[in-house]
């Protein structure tokens, strides 16, 4: 019963390229269902970044085109994430589970419905961990340094806070063994680049304070004298969330002791992302979303991780488990609003 049991998930939902297909045409559909019988979540997009204002009114104007883009954003966020696990043998065994895994993940509730900056701010997240995985070893890094450096300020002028993960960009540089002094520099001149045209395009339109706004965020932080103004639902639901998040950090952790040097270091790197990504996510509590998207892209390479490599039947039914309370969280937010958020 174990090895058929073992075999079955490994056939069906692990090594079958088939799977992705079918997860691809069934989140289509039920992102669209959601679409029909939700609409677009109505919740303002703070000012943090330094184009949006200039994308905004066709998506506010067209409500299908920021459901289409939102839509095509999540399928290049898992092609991203499965590319970066096909080109650097992330994962050593053959899965499909890198591209679907996300898919899922950013379509069960109504708010991944809306185009919004945070999206392309991580598609140029996970784009620049391509030029820093490339520097594993690498005799000449600074060129990707550069590379990474400036994938991270294209990022950031769709949403501020991608420049806050340069300093774990620099760590991880390190860990690939080619930090030194001509990295940093070229990692800071390749954002100084970025922002030297956007602030050069500011001052052609005559709004410096434009280009001023966007770098406040980084000062409002939530004050912790006060309590965060949850109800008892919501308390429940963001343990929940927190229970799922460590439960498969802690799970895989026991698999990366057992993997080389690379793919320690990558898994590893991308636990610091996520965890780092709900340290901001509280420390900037009402002020902006993105680190659930960070935290969410970066979960599906942990989870894709410790599922691909699994063989337990516990673990294997946990599997579907979650994807049944998956499913069930999607159908609280299709039939009904009592979803806590």
Not at 130 to 142: D, G, I, T, V
Not at 216 to 228: G, H, N, R, S, W
Request: net charge positive; aromatic share 22%; glycine share 4%.
């Amino acid at each position: 019963m174990n090895t058929l049991l073992v075999r079955n998930f490994k056939s069906y939902f692990v090594e079958s390229r088939f799977i992705s297909i079918v997860v691809s045409i069934t989140v289509i559909v039920l992102r669209f269902l959601m679409f029909l019988r939700k609409g677009l979540p109505d919740f303002p997009i703070n000012n943090t970044n330094f184009s949006w204002s200039y994308i905004e009114p066709i998506f506010q104007q067209y409500p299908i085109a920021s459901f289409l883009s939102s839509t095509l954003s999540v399928f290049i966020i898992s092609y991203l994430i499965s590319e970066l696990n096909i080109r650097y043998g992330v994962i050593r065994m053959r899965t499909s589970m890198p591209f679907y895994v996300p898919l899922v993940l950013f379509s069960i509730h109504p708010f991944f419905l809306k185009m919004t900056p945070d999206y392309l701010g991580l598609i140029f997240i996970l784009w620049s961990l391509f030029p820093l995985l490339s520097s594993y070893q690498y005799r000449y890094s600074h060129r990707y340094a550069f590379q990474f450096g400036a994938l991270m300020a294209i990022a950031a002028t769709f949403q501020a806070y991608a420049l806050l993960f340069l300093p774990l960009w620099l760590i991880g540089l390190s860990a690939m063994g080619g930090m030194s002094f001509r990295s940093l520099i070229a990692s800071i001149f390749g954002i100084f680049l970025v922002f030297w045209i956007v602030f050069a395009l500011y001052v052609f339109g005559d709004n410096i304070i434009g280009f001023i706004d966007p770098f406040k965020c980084f000062t409002e932080i939530y004050d912790f004298t006060q309590l965060p103004v949850f109800s008892v639902p919501q308390w429940g639901f963001i343990g929940t969330i927190f229970l799922f998040i460590f439960f498969f950090i802690i799970a895989d952790n026991k698999q990366i002791t057992r993997e080389r040097s690379f793919t320690k270091k990558v898994l590893i790197f991308s636990t610091s992302i996520i965890i780092f990504s709900i340290l901001m996510q509280v420390l900037y509590l009402y002020e902006t979303l993105f680190w659930i998207y960070i935290a969410t892209a970066f979960l599906s390479i942990i989870i894709a991780h410790f599922y691909t490599n699994t063989t337990l039947k516990l673990q294997i039914l946990s599997f579907f488990i979650t994807l049944a309370l998956l499913t069930f969280y999607y159908c609280l937010n299709f039939f009904t609003d009592l979803s806590p958020f």
